[in-house]
């Protein structure tokens, strides 16, 4: 079932004002999709969100349901007619969609192929069939695997995820660049480090603000609590990717998107208890050196590519932490979201 909102207003708005960008996100309705449309609002563009909401929440955009530039697609990327006819008259496609939970894989082999391998190919095909020449995609730090270099540079390899999820995001990648040479598109690919903030719907914050909710008076942590990763806030996220867009026109630009320093899992857990304002919190670990099958232990990617652009960021690990804590428990207490 497609559902548009200001389609009709949308057509006419192109008519007076043909100089506005028509611009395609896809997953636009979740965590770093809505917070993308946001901006992409702000900056006077006619933003198309195409989402199955089976993880996006309507009432992260409804704050732009009355405006004739927005319009809401509730379709699937894997149907292949909808997603052709949402990408004609498109200027510029953000690929957000894809089933974003690593853990997943190891119990569902074939979600991740589904959702992003194959969902990328049916976004790609539309683009080519629709003359539709410029993408930028939301990739993963988990394309690297474990990586013996830290900071890890984009030009590090070979690349060997150890997740499904890392290979189902290596591979559209793949088919990305590959479409890019053959079709004459031009890409931008983002590969993210743990990224956190309003609206987060899982991940490792989420999970300890659950689990002491649930028992206020220990904390399990998965693992030995010493993974190291790179936490950056999805604000400066946003900032990121719009402005390699604007900065790096080369056919194919491929690029680190992080923090420059990390935070351990259980440096989060006192994060999270201070800011419950909990007392007391026994922390328990269910052992090892990963908290589940493909989980890389160390991450922190380097961002140099970035930094000679232009463009760094100004949260530390920590803070993204601690205002992603206090943004989660503030909407406790003010909930938007069933």
């Not at 100004?314 to 979201?337: F, G, H, I």
Request: hydrophobic share 35%.
């Amino acid at each position: 079932m497609n559902k548009n909102i200001n389609t009709e207003k949308g057509d006419n708005w192109e008519i007076l004002m043909p100089a506005k960008k028509k611009i395609l996100v896809t997953g636009g309705a979740g965590f770093i999709g809505s917070n993308l449309v946001d901006r992409l609002m702000e900056r006077g563009n006619r933003v198309v969100v195409f989402d199955n909401l089976s993880s996006g929440h309507t009432e992260f955009i409804e704050q732009h349901f009355e405006n004739p530039d927005f319009t809401l697609i509730e379709g699937d990327v894997l149907d292949t007619g909808a997603i052709e006819k949402a990408c004609q008259g498109t200027d510029f496609v953000y690929h957000v969609a894809a089933n974003p939970d690593v853990k997943l894989g190891a119990s569902d082999t074939k979600v991740h192929f589904d959702q992003n391998i194959t969902a990328t190919y049916n976004l790609l095909e539309a683009m080519r069939k629709t003359g539709t020449g410029k993408i930028a995609f939301t990739s993963t730090s988990t394309v690297y695997g474990e990586a013996k270099i830290m900071p890890t540079p984009e030009d590090y390899g070979p690349l060997i995820p150890i997740s499904l999820y890392g290979a189902s995001k290596l591979a559209c990648e793949a088919l990305i660049t590959s479409y890019s040479h053959t079709f004459d598109m031009q890409a931008w690919v983002f590969r993210f480090a743990n990224i956190v903030g309003p609206r987060s719907t899982h991940g490792i914050t989420v999970d300890f603000i659950r689990k002491l909710r649930e028992k206020p008076e220990q904390l399990e942590i998965l693992g030995d609590g010493k993974q190291e990763k790179s936490y950056l806030h999805v604000s400066e996220c946003v900032d990121a990717i719009l402005f390699a867009v604007e900065n790096s026109p080369e056919e194919v630009n491929i690029f680190n998107i992080g923090s420059e320093d990390t935070i351990s899992a259980t440096g989060i857990g006192k994060i999270v208890v201070e800011e419950m304002g909990l007392s007391g919190v026994k922390f328990t670990y269910t052992g090892g050196s990963r908290g589940w099958k493909g989980d890389v232990p160390r991450m922190r990617l380097g961002i140099e590519k970035l930094k000679a652009l232009g463009w760094e960021p100004e949260y530390s690990s920590e803070r993204s932490v601690r205002e992603t804590a206090r943004a989660l428990l503030d909407l406790e207490k003010n909930p938007k979201v069933d």
